[in-house]
């Protein structure tokens, strides 16, 4: 059972603006790139489902950051169907994610008082996922449907939407700067902000700074939105 109700995993992802995104198969690796997240000032973290030990490690980060780091708020990605939504609900999972929208996995979240983020690369897609409840649609793979530009075009008739998008956001000014301009709600990075250079030199406190360095990055760009 998650341990965070959805309205505060919204809020705190509002807050915050950044939702770092990650999977690796090694469990204390992937303890230690959640804590150099939170301790950046990123409590809300995305794990990936995709490998065959992604259930394993994603269940005991649940347990061990529960006890070790409780403001933690992990959640699920590459989500496609709903019997997967469920076994990582079930399991604690605060939010999901998914590459696609599938309105069974909008319903199962729903049902749950889950967050639920899916990928959407069209104004109709995201005007469906707006329908089945989603709060905060999750533009993918955001560099490849128009970047910053199309966000900027959807929020123009649909002033109402909440934009996280991912893929094609880099944690440098730049990126950022024109991402939140463009009405982006908060960004969501993967690679390119928890690298494999950083990972495979273990350089947990690298990874904390580049954390922190994006989110005063996003708040110096909301400073500057006026609408």
């Avoid at 403001?71 to 997967?84: D, F, N, R, Y």
Wanted: glycine share 10%; aromatic share 8%; hydrophobic share 45%.
């Amino acid at each position: 059972m998650a341990r965070f109700a959805r309205i505060d995993v919204i809020n705190t992802m509002y807050e915050i603006g950044l939702v770092p995104v990650f999977y690796n198969k090694d469990l204390e690796i992937s303890k230690q790139i959640v804590h150099a997240c939170v301790e950046g000032g990123a409590k809300v973290v995305e794990f990936a489902n995709r490998g065959d030990r992604a259930f394993f490690v994603f269940s005991h980060l649940i347990d061990y950051f529960a006890e070790s780091r409780p403001e933690a708020i992990l959640g699920i990605g590459s989500v496609l169907e709903p019997g997967t939504a469920s076994l990582y609900i079930n399991r604690g999972a605060n939010f999901v994610v998914g590459p696609i929208l599938n309105s069974e996995v909008a319903d199962l979240c729903n049902r749950r008082k889950i967050l639920y983020s899916p990928g959407c690369g069209s104004v109709t897609e995201i005007s469906s996922a707006e329908a089945l409840g989603v709060e905060i649609v999750k533009v993918f793979p955001g560099g490849s449907v128009g970047g910053p530009a199309f966000v900027k075009a959807i929020l123009g008739p649909m002033p109402w939407a909440r934009i996280m998008p991912t893929g094609g956001v880099s944690p440098t000014k730049e990126s950022i700067q024109e991402w939140i301009e463009a009405g982006a709600a908060c960004l969501a990075m993967g690679s390119k902000l928890i690298s494999k250079d950083l990972v495979n030199r273990g350089d947990w406190h690298g990874l904390a700074e580049k954390v922190r360095e994006c989110i005063a990055l996003i708040k110096e760009a909301r400073g500057l939105v006026t609408f």
